[in-house]
């Protein structure tokens, strides 16, 4: 029987949390379709950025650029001058490159290939350091640069590497003595004279298990002073100091015998800029 308007009605009120509504589940979704839509627009944008930068000259990948800009680019960096593209000479004599432009850019190759030669295990030999100095020094010099030499290499130098007089090694021992130029500094230049710093890395000691004097690493720095003969730079003069050397890395040093493997195998390289 429905209830007449005199009679009284009963209201039961529920807490404003408990009471169901649909608004709120509209009013949530619009958050969420809003986050989604800017998720999109974000992800489009660094899309469109990536492909953009893709293509600009020195942005790592194949685009091109001119040799001035990369220049440039190193001036600024700080990264030092970057090798020139020449190619090393093709032409040698006893061993050692020569033939080399009558640049400054020549004066810096010949002045590495010089440093390799001055830092071989061959200056200990006395016949064939004589061939060396006869190979990479100006006639003019050639005479104080043989007799220095021959003081600097010879006699208690190779003794205290354990050569012999004729330097060489023990039997069962493998001396090694290399230099790796990392770069090279010129430092002056006329048509006449270079003179050419080049930074180095060496290896030095004796490879083998009964060794006194194991192989070790070690930086320094050539200063050559170079004379254009006509035909080739020629070594006139240099001088050596210490560094500046890199902290070491933190890896496991190489046993005797894979130091003398590695030596024996591996040969050096022609240096150009």
């Known amino acids: 029987m429905p209830l007449s308007d005199d009679q009284p009605h009963t209201r039961t009120r529920l807490p404003v949390d408990e009471q169901p509504s649909a608004l709120p589940t509209i009013r949530q979704s619009r958050p969420l379709r809003t986050l989604l839509t800017v998720l999109v627009v974000v992800t489009l944008l660094v899309v469109a950025i990536s492909i953009a930068n893709r293509g600009k000259p020195g942005s790592g990948g194949s685009g091109g650029g001119s040799s001035a800009d990369h220049a440039a680019a190193n001036a600024t960096s700080g990264a030092g001058p970057a090798p020139s593209g020449d190619q090393p000479v093709g032409t040698t004599v006893n061993g050692i490159a020569s033939g080399f432009p009558h640049s400054e850019q020549g004066a810096q190759s010949a002045a590495a290939n010089y440093a390799v030669a001055i830092g071989s295990a061959d200056m200990f030999r006395t016949d064939s350091r004589h061939t060396i100095v006869a190979t990479i020094a100006d006639p003019g010099a050639a005479g104080a640069l ?17 050569l012999d007089a004729q330097g060489r090694a023990p039997k069962g021992l493998t001396f090694v003595s290399r230099t790796v130029p990392v770069g090279t500094k010129s430092t002056g230049y006329s048509d006449a004279d270079a003179k050419v710093e080049v930074w180095c890395t060496g290896l030095t000691g004796l490879a083998g298990e009964r060794s006194v004097q194991p192989v070790t690493a070690n930086w320094f720095t050539l200063a050559l002073s170079l004379h254009w003969t006509g035909s080739d730079w020629k070594l006139a003069d240099f001088t050596r100091k210490a560094g500046p050397a890199p902290m070491p890395g933190d890896q496991q040093a190489a046993t005797a015998d894979e130091i003398a493997g590695t030596a024996e195998q591996f040969g050096g390289f022609r240096y150009a800029r």
Do not use: V
């Not at 030499?149 to 354990?162: I, K, M, N, S, V």
């Open 146 to 162: 043989q007799s220095r030499l021959d003081q600097g290499f010879g006699g208690d130098t190779a003794a205290r590497y354990g």
